[in-house]
């Protein structure tokens, strides 16, 4: 079973690269900023099935303009949006593949300071987190992001099962948890029910 694993993740990364090289050719180039990955430069009409865009005041929860705590959001019109934060190279290269297939913009990141400060510049409808990184673990960044954002949907990723770290996460609001190695398509259909919930 692992190596199966490790045989598909070497195919949709050659996919991935593959399909890259063929937007640049094409004059669409995907934008990168500090390990971010996202589509703003596609025309809507490429993300396949459609998505009605939410209101970023009141469904997403972020924080007022008025409010001292943090920068405004700025609003965005376009299909939602995933963000992927795992120190592992193959997981974020697999599940951005996945989900920009079913048309979600994505961003990802290798640590969470870069996903917190984009936290708080883009619209984001749904995180996936690792629990243990090398520069923040998901708990410190969780925090982070709850100081910000109280109703962002949050989906933990984790090979460890520290029963204290996860209550932690449950008190922060998180309710989805998905064990290394998991089933991406119980991923995929799980970020999309609630995207389209």
Request: cysteine-free.
């Amino acid at each position: 079973m692992l190596y199966i694993f490790i045989i598909l993740l070497i195919v949709l990364a050659a996919l991935f690269i593959w399909r890259r090289a063929g937007s640049k050719r094409a004059g669409r180039p995907a934008e990168r900023q500090d390990g971010l990955t996202s589509l703003n430069n596609r025309d809507s009409s490429e993300f396949g099935p459609s998505f009605s865009s939410r209101s970023v005041a009141s469904e997403a929860g972020h924080v007022d303009a008025s409010s001292n705590s943090a920068a405004p959001v700025i609003e965005e019109d376009g299909p939602p949006t995933v963000m992927i934060v795992d120190d592992q190279t193959a997981i974020r290269m697999l599940l951005r593949e996945v989900f920009e297939l079913e048309g979600l913009r994505v961003f990802e990141f290798s640590h969470g300071k870069s996903a917190i400060e984009t936290l708080q510049q883009k619209r984001v409808d749904y995180i996936l987190l690792d629990l243990k990184m090398p520069d923040m673990d998901g708990i410190e960044v969780l925090t982070a992001i709850r100081a910000y954002n109280r109703t962002v949907d949050v989906a933990m990723i984790t090979a460890y099962g520290d029963p204290l770290k996860l209550d932690a996460a449950r008190k922060l609001g998180v309710t989805t948890f998905f064990t290394k190695p998991f089933e991406i398509d119980d991923v995929k259909q799980s970020v999309l029910a609630r995207l389209n919930g």
